[in-house]
């Protein structure tokens, strides 16, 4: 009123002037005014009497507010140190001016008229009677309130204990938060208002209803922030009175009550939620609100001002036993029949989270001994226990072993003392445990079998804790789920025969059981599921699992599975009623057999499929075929196997999983989530987790071809798609050390032992196949993945089919290291992407750890090829790392959309921890992994010229792994080293299945292999530098052998010997390779360069030893191949040039030859026509006449073998007989049939060994022709020809009686031709002798029998080895070889020809002369068991008396 009367004044008299207010004019007056001594003291007086006049206390501490901020107020212009205490002076100075006038003490005046405001406070809200929250005006009112109460307690003007009993008067008018205030501002503490009420009940009562009220305000209130420091003050208030350590505390009444009172509140509270979640608690109600709000207080930050006592430690073990003994009220029976009910993912996620911040504050350990504790002492809710117990093993990996030592000392203690509780928890436990899954727990069918299946076992094989054992199975039998009393069937209890009937007394209870549930063990599925929660489904939905696998398993052996076998003959109602028609599901079959087709005539003709069943089938998949639609794939069922169950529970985890990782207030249910997410596997895979974890077995998988069924697919690609999200998410917020278990437990999830292996053949498809094309967000997530199935993946072995593996297999990390290929720039980009993820996620996520943590992550192979590419790519990187970076992996960066990969490898490549890692052996990239990486380059496909792959190849062998020591994976500077690594990489390569390119005659090209045209070049080049390096000095011998042979004598003394067929291929595809790298190489590897000193021949040693031991046994006939022979006598004739007398070194090594290595003379007689132009142009450059001597004997051999098939005379044969006689058979090959047989019958002017050596190689061609299919181009002759030769020459040596038995008992200690002709042919061909003896039984003369001692003894030699070598299965090869020939009936079947012998055998034996069975009994000793009949017929024939007729018949039937 003052200022508006003073402003027209001003206005009236300022011409004009702006009008001042009344603050202003004071202001001026101030600044004018003087001061003397006492003046403000007058006016400070002058204030309080005229306040004393109009003073109403309650109204003047509502009204009482802080210094306005922009206001100018007098007290602030005479002295503004004043104005802190000047409102509350007012107050004081009133309130003892009012205490005097009524004469009380001015503390309980003061506590009442605060106490008085309080309540006025909190009703001036106009807020419904249940709130417990200040609105922003009240807390404006309290602020300044609560400061003049401040005010009176420095003064000694406010007394605590009144105040609280005036406070708790009106306590339904106090709110929750002005308590918090008051102890916050350190007017009365929370401890000092609760203390101060006698009646503790109500204390409790009014405590537990305000609390309730603010938990279920909490999040809607606008400030959640205050209510959750009222809510944590209030709290860790009761914590650390309720559970101090105290041990006066009971000397101290108060503080007795107040723990009483604090444990009393937070016990409600406990008891008011877990009711809440047994009664089903709604999302969103006010209920599930509180719960919430109050399990919310269990985090950890909650008591991070308390946390060095150890009361929050105390509250939450107290809290754990509290719940795990909440109402008691379900038994055992109860438990062991809706236990099932109570897994992980089915426990409601606010129990579960309790569960979860409770064992945050313990140890597994400390978890594991108070659940036993708590078990032993107290009555328990089973529910609770066994869902904590899920949650355990769920959410802490390191307590499943604990569980596991928990449960086999109560099975101890249960057997020793017959303790039926331990035994029932011992139980309960490990079927929670094992509802989990097989990633977390071994399933409770394996775990039964492990505990009881052995004599090992817990109950110890004695009739006593045998009793006890099946007493309390027969107890569970009424309570059973179908799915225990299965596995308790077929994995029963190990029994002594003794006790035996305990054993069946419980099985057919538990079978009776079983049929009471309609359950019949008969219909139970093949592979059974005895590990699934599940309750246990219908038959047909167990037959087409049972299909997948039979056909699963028939794949992989190629028989039908012995399970599928067994159900037929035993288990015939479940086989016919639901196998059978399962696995004969009409479709639209394949033009080529499947292996669903496969096994089904596997069956039919093991007549276990019904004719008339199969006829259905049949007639059913042909109607299928004509209305198959026109876009319909081979194989395509008619009608769904079944139906694919629905993937959107599954993708709805998932989503809900990545939710989690997306929000930081999450993080602590992402283990929940996982849970949920493995639960939720079973039902989208059609079936659970059943069949435990993948351990213990291999896991097949196709590389080449990998494929997988649309649901598989599905499923894969939900997991994955998921896993690189959340990676993203979790990435672009913290490092991979900083963010949590999440993946290794989601990888856990897929490591099932039916999930993993499709997992696995979904990367291999993206990596393998589709590498290229996948973006970087992909390939770090990926390459996170990769990292963590090496880190929690299985230990089974991974058996790639396609790719060279051990026959054990390969480990998970190995597997995916094998399938980075670098055939072209843009799969070797990939590469270069992949391995610098996974090496910087490797190196990041465990930068903490221990080194061998990372090396079990990381492949060295992956490493390895890590190195070959930032070699191969980066010329800088060839240098040493000078200055190590040190700064983290780049593992961010590779985020960003326009990342670098390259410049992150070259980061990566200098980062210190890498280099740090790469000083570990395993991780050396030596020179032979150098060389099998270069190998699968393709040079068509390559990033580099033909001119920069040589530049980098030479600095790679002669700058880096030649000079580097061994130790490194180097060579030590020895260039024959390196050339030997060399060839034993290139034949491992061209023996692995990396390297298919083959010539149509199954000859290795080795320029056709994939990427070895250039690597073989280097070969050539350092193979030639090795012979033109120095010379041995003087009196120094050179070296013996060349380095080549070295690696071939290695490498097949390394190889198996035999005779079967699989041994002989693997050691015949050893010898290609090794023929085209010596065909690659310079022909005086072959021949050796002769020593200048001296005229002595070159060292064809190697090469002699390597053609009789190895190339004769794969040679067609008696000659090697014509690009052998060509390169041999190209080495030859180099090697003449070189020598100072050419025409002497040749003789030399010719005439060696023919002692040594004979078969090098008949293959250039059978090549000569190709051979000799070649020859004598070479030879025309030697300035030294004519053909050496042994060259022209191999002419003057030639022209022999052609005039004996013209008409004119016959040219002298040259020496040795045999050279002469294979010229002469080489030439009747090639005239023909017809020719050959009229020119044979001039072969009686011929010697005698000459014609026995040509009855041998006639002999070698009619095996030749047996083996060798009809129609193929290395049949010289077809077998009828080859017999009409045999025929003609062995009537010749009979006509000339010349004796000819000798070549069918040839050894190698015979010396002379015997030795000579063993060594011209294979050894499968001398051991097949005995059915060329056979195959000409009609040729032989009559009087054969009785002229030749020898021959009877030879017959049978010959029929004893026929037999043996068709038991031993070696005349399989004829058999097959002669399938397609013409030959006379008989001739080609083994059976047919060994029946001829024996009729042969029995009917020549008596007419034989005495003197043919001299030698017989040493021959029978050594065959006792080949013919029973021969061999009687043999010993009465020799026992006979001299009057028994010789020619007369044996009575034989």
């Not at 039964?448 to 009793?467: D, E, I, M």
């Not at 309750?535 to 992989?556: C, G, L, M, N, W």
Request: with cysteine.
């Amino acid at each position: 009123m003052a200022a508006s009367q003073v402003e027209p004044s001003a206005s009236s008299s300022g011409l004009g002037r702006r009008r001042r207010t009344w603050a202003e004019l004071l202001a001026g007056r101030v600044k004018r005014q003087t001061y003397g001594s006492g003046t403000e003291q007058k006016l400070q007086e002058s204030a309080v009497h005229l306040l004393r006049r109009h003073l109403n206390l309650n109204d003047l501490l509502l009204e009482v507010e802080g210094v306005p901020c922009k206001t100018l107020c007098l007290n602030q212009l005479i002295d503004p140190e004043a104005c802190t205490n000047l409102s509350s002076s007012f107050i004081g100075s009133a309130l003892r001016d009012e205490a005097s006038r009524l004469g009380v003490p001015v503390a309980v005046l003061s506590s009442r008229m605060v106490a008085s405001s309080v309540t006025q406070i909190c009703v001036s809200g106009g807020e419904p009677s249940h709130g417990v929250l200040l609105n922003a005006e009240q807390r404006k009112k309290l602020s300044s309130l609560l400061e003049v109460a401040q005010y009176l307690l420095a003064h000694s003007m406010f007394s605590r204990l009144s105040f609280c009993q005036e406070l708790w008067e009106v306590q339904d008018s106090s709110l929750l938060e002005i308590m918090w205030h008051l102890h916050v501002k350190n007017v009365v503490s929370l401890q000092e208002l609760l203390e101060s009420r006698a009646d503790t009940q109500a204390t409790v009562a009014w405590l537990f209803r305000n609390l309730c009220l603010l938990c279920e305000q909490t999040e809607a209130s606008p400030c959640s922030d205050v209510a959750r420091a009222v809510l944590s003050d209030f709290v860790q208030m009761f914590v650390l009175r309720g559970f101090q350590n105290n041990p006066d505390l009971r000397r101290n009444v108060e503080l007795e009550q107040m723990g009483k009172l604090a444990v009393a509140v937070l016990q409600r509270m406990l008891i008011f939620a877990l009711e809440a979640l047994a009664a089903g608690v709604q999302d969103g109600s006010s209920q599930h609100k509180v719960v919430k709000c109050w399990f919310g207080v269990f985090s950890g930050h909650t008591y991070s001002s308390i946390m060095s006592t150890d009361s929050p430690k105390r509250f939450f073990s107290h809290t754990l036993t509290q719940v795990l003994t909440h109402k008691p009220v379900l038994r055992v029976c109860d438990a062991v029949q809706m236990q099932k009910e109570w897994s992980f993912a089915k426990t409601h996620p606010l129990l579960t989270g309790l569960y979860r911040r409770l064992f945050a504050m313990l140890s597994s350990e400390e978890l594991v001994g108070h659940l036993q504790e708590v078990l032993e002492t107290h009555e328990v809710n089973w529910q609770h226990v066994l869902t904590c117990v899920s949650t355990l093993v769920i959410c802490l990996p390191e307590a499943q072993q604990l569980v596991q030592d928990w449960v086999a000392r109560l099975l101890a203690r249960a057997f020793e003392n017959c303790d039926l509780d331990s035994m029932v928890t011992a139980f309960l436990v490990v079927r929670q445990a094992a509802l989990e899954g097989p990633s977390v727990f071994p399933s409770y069918a394996d775990w039964f079998q492990a505990s009881f299946g052995s004599s090992r076992g817990y109950h110890g094989c004695s009739k006593k804790t045998l009793v006890f054992l099946f007493k309390f199975l027969s107890d569970l039998v009424p309570f059973e789920a179908p799915r225990y009393l299965q596995a308790h069937i077929l994995h029963p209890p190990l029994v002594p025969s003794k006790y035996r009937s305990l054993l069946t007394d419980y099985v057919s209870l538990a079978k009776t059981r079983l049929a009471d549930l309609k359950v019949s063990v008969e219909n139970m599925g093949l592979y059974e599921d005895l590990a699934s929660p599940a309750d246990v489904t219908e038959p047909q939905s167990r037959a087409r699992q049972d299909v997948e696998k039979a056909i699963a398993v028939f794949e992989h052996t190629g028989r039908v599975p012995a399970a599928v076998m067994e159900a037929s003959i035993f288990r015939r109602p479940y086989y016919l009623a639901h196998f059978l028609p399962a696995l004969l599901t009409p479709r639209v079959l394949p033009k080529t057999p499947d292996s669903r087709a496969a096994l089904i005539e596997s069956l039919r003709r093991a007549d276990k499929i019904p004719p008339s069943l199969y006829s259905t089938y049949c007639q059913a998949c042909s109607a299928a075929e004509e209305r198959k639609p026109e876009n319909a794939a081979p194989g395509m069922k008619v009608e769904a196997v079944c139906g694919e169950e629905p993937l959107g529970p599954l993708a709805a985890a998932l989503q809900a999983l990545r939710a989690a990782m997306t929000d930081p207030t999450q993080h602590d249910v992402v283990a929940a989530r996982v849970a949920v997410v493995s639960e939720q596997l079973g039902s989208a895979w059609g079936r659970a987790e059943e069949d435990g974890s993948p351990g213990g077995r291999q896991i097949q998988l196709s590389v080449l071809a990998p494929g997988l069924e649309q649901q598989e697919g599905q499923v894969a690609d939900l997991l994955l798609t998921c896993f690189c999200q959340n990676l993203i998410v979790a990435s672009s917020s913290a490092p991979p050390a900083r963010q949590g278990p999440w993946a290794s437990r989601l990888v856990s999830a897929m490591c099932g032992r039916r999930l993993l292996p499709v997992v696995l053949t979904r990367l291999c498809q993206l990596l393998r196949h589709q590498g290229p094309s996948l973006s970087g967000s992909h390939v770090l997530g990926l390459a996170a993945l990769v990292v963590h199935l090496a880190e929690s993946g299985p230990a089974c072995p991974v058996v790639p089919v396609g790719l060279p593996a051990p026959a054990e297999g390969m480990s998970i990390a190995e597997f995916f290291s094998s399938l980075l290929t670098f055939r072209t720039s843009e799969t070797l980009l990939f590469c270069l992407k992949f391995c610098t993820a996974v090496i910087s996620y490797s190196l990041c996520r465990f930068s903490s750890s221990s080194r061998d943590t990372v090396c079990s992550c990381l492949s060295p192979g992956l490493v390895k090829r890590f190195q070959f590419i930032v070699f191969r790519l980066f010329s800088e990187a060839r240098d040493p790392v000078c200055q190590e970076d040190t700064a983290g992996p780049p593992w961010r960066p590779l985020f960003q959309p326009s990342a670098d990969w390259q410049q992150a490898a070259l980061r990566l490549w200098r980062q210190r921890p890498f280099q740090e890692l790469l000083k570990e052996k395993e991780f050396h990239l030596t020179y032979r992994d150098w060389l099998q990486l270069e190998l699968e380059i393709q040079p068509e496909a390559d990033c580099f010229s033909d001119t920069e792959r040589w530049d980098f190849h030479q600095w790679a062998i002669h700058e880096h792994f030649l000079p580097k020591p061994s130790a490194a994976g180097g060579c030590d500077g020895d260039l024959e080293a390196a050339c030997t690594l060399l060839v034993d990489v290139l034949i491992d390569f061209c023996q692995s299945s990396r390297s298919y390119s083959y010539s149509e005659n199954s000859d290795l090209v080795l320029s056709g292999c994939t990427g070895n045209r250039d690597i073989f070049s280097r070969l050539q080049e350092m193979a030639a530098g090795l012979e033109q390096g120095p010379v041995a000095p003087p009196g120094r011998s050179p070296p013996r052998g060349h380095f080549l042979f070295a690696v071939f004598r290695r490498r097949l003394q390394a190889l198996a010997r035999g005779w079967d067929v699989a041994t002989r291929l693997q050691r015949q595809r050893e010898l290609l390779v090794y023929k085209r790298i010596l065909l690659g190489l310079s022909p005086s590897v072959v021949v050796g360069s002769p020593q200048a000193r001296q005229p002595t021949a070159p060292d064809c040693t190697e090469f002699f030893h390597l053609v009789n031991s190895e190339l004769r046994n794969f040679s067609h006939g008696s000659a090697l191949t014509h690009d052998l022979t060509v390169h041999f006598f190209r080495g030859l004739l180099t090697a003449c040039s070189q020598s100072r007398d050419p025409s002497l070194t040749a003789d030399l090594v010719l005439t060696t030859c023919q002692t040594e290595c004979p078969l090098v003379l008949t293959s250039a007689l059978l090549w000569w026509p190709r051979l000799e132009p070649e020859l004598r142009s070479r030879w025309g450059r030697c300035p030294r006449g004519p053909l050496p001597q042994e060259l022209q004997r191999l002419c003057e051999a030639q022209r022999f073998g052609r005039s004996c098939l013209s008409p004119d005379p016959a040219s002298p044969a040259p020496g040795p007989a045999w050279l002469s006689a294979a010229a002469l058979y080489f030439a009747l090959q090639r005239a023909g049939r017809d020719r050959a047989r009229s020119h044979l019958q001039r072969l009686g002017c011929h010697g005698e060994e000459l014609l026995v050596s040509l009855f041998f190689f006639s002999l070698m061609g009619l095996l030749s022709s047996y083996l060798t299919p009809r129609g193929r181009p290395r049949q010289a002759v077809d077998t009828l020809t080859a017999l009409d030769i045999c025929a003609e020459i062995l009537g010749c040596l009979q006509t000339k009686r010349v004796s000819w038995l000798l070549l069918f008992q040839l050894t190698e200690t015979a010396g002379g031709l015997g030795h000579v002709l063993l060594r011209l042919a294979p050894d499968q061909y001398i051991r097949l002798l005995p059915f060329a003896f056979y195959s000409l039984l009609s040729c032989f003369d009559e009087d054969t029998l009785t002229r030749e001692d020898a021959f009877l003894h030879v017959a049978v030699d010959m029929y004893l080895k026929l037999i043996c070598l068709f038991v031993a299965g070696e005349t399989s090869a004829i058999s097959a070889g002669a399938s397609g020939s013409r030959e006379p009936q008989g001739q080609g079947d083994p059976v047919g020809l060994i029946t001829e012998a024996r009729r042969f055998l029995l009917q020549s034996i008596p007419r034989c002369p005495k003197e043919s069975f001299s030698n017989m009994a040493e021959l029978l000793a050594t065959s006792t068991d080949c013919d029973p009949d021969v061999r009687a017929a043999l010993l009465s024939r020799q026992q006979a008396g001299p009057g028994t007729d010789l020619y007369q018949e044996p009575h034989l039937f």
